[in-house]
C-alpha cells in the first residue's frame, strides 16, 4: 500500500487508543457515554437505531443509558421532524459542556507529552493529521453505508 504498512498502523493507533481513552476525566463517565456523546457533537441528533449501529451497544443497552443521560441533562429526545413516529437524541448544552470538559482535560495531558517529542516527531504527526483525518472520514462513509 505504497510504503504504508497497515498492520504498523494498526498497532499504533491501538497503542495510542488504550492510553487516550484512559486519560482521568474531569467527570467519571463511562467510555460508551462519552463515546454517545462525542457521536452527537461530531453527527448531529441521531435516533436510537443510528447510536446502536455506531456505538456497537444492544439497542435494549442503548435505551437505559439515554435515559440515564436523560436524567442527568446531557442529551434529550425530540419528535424527529422528517418521521413524527421516530425520535432523535439531542446533545443539550450540559452534553456539550461535559464533553468540552473531556476534550479541553485530554489537551492538557497530552501537551506535556507532545512538548516531549523531537520537532521532528511533532513535524511527522502534523503532517499525518490531514490523511488521518480523511481516513476517519472514509470509515464513517463507510459505516453508514453498513
Known amino acids: 500500500m505504497g510504503g504504508l504498512n497497515v498492520v504498523d498502523l ?21 467510555f460508551t457515554t462519552l463515546s454517545v456523546l462525542d457521536a452527537l457533537v461530531s453527527g448531529g441528533p441521531k435516533r436510537l437505531t ?9 439497542q435494549p443497552g442503548l ?10 441533562g446531557l442529551v434529550e429526545r425530540r419528535p424527529d421532524p422528517a418521521d413524527g413516529r421516530a425520535v432523535l437524541v439531542h446533545l443539550t448544552e ?5 464533553r468540552q470538559a473531556r476534550q479541553d482535560e485530554r489537551e492538557r495531558r ?22 488521518l483525518t480523511r481516513l476517519a472520514e472514509l470509515g464513517a462513509e463507510a459505516e453508514a453505508q453498513a
Not at 13 to 27: A, D, G, K, T
Not at 50 to 58: C, M
Not at 63 to 72: A, I, M, S
Open 94 to 98: 450540559a452534553g456539550r459542556a461535559v
Open 63 to 72: 435505551t437505559q443509558l439515554v435515559t440515564r443521560l436523560e436524567r442527568d
Open 10 to 30: 494498526t498497532t499504533a493507533i491501538e497503542n495510542f487508543n488504550r492510553y487516550y481513552i484512559r486519560l482521568p476525566s474531569v467527570q467519571q463517565l463511562s
Open 110 to 131: 497530552l501537551a506535556p507529552l507532545i512538548a516531549r517529542l523531537t520537532p521532528g516527531e511533532r513535524e511527522a504527526i502534523a503532517s499525518a493529521l490531514p490523511a
Open 50 to 58: 443510528e447510536l446502536v449501529k455506531t456505538e456497537q451497544i444492544s
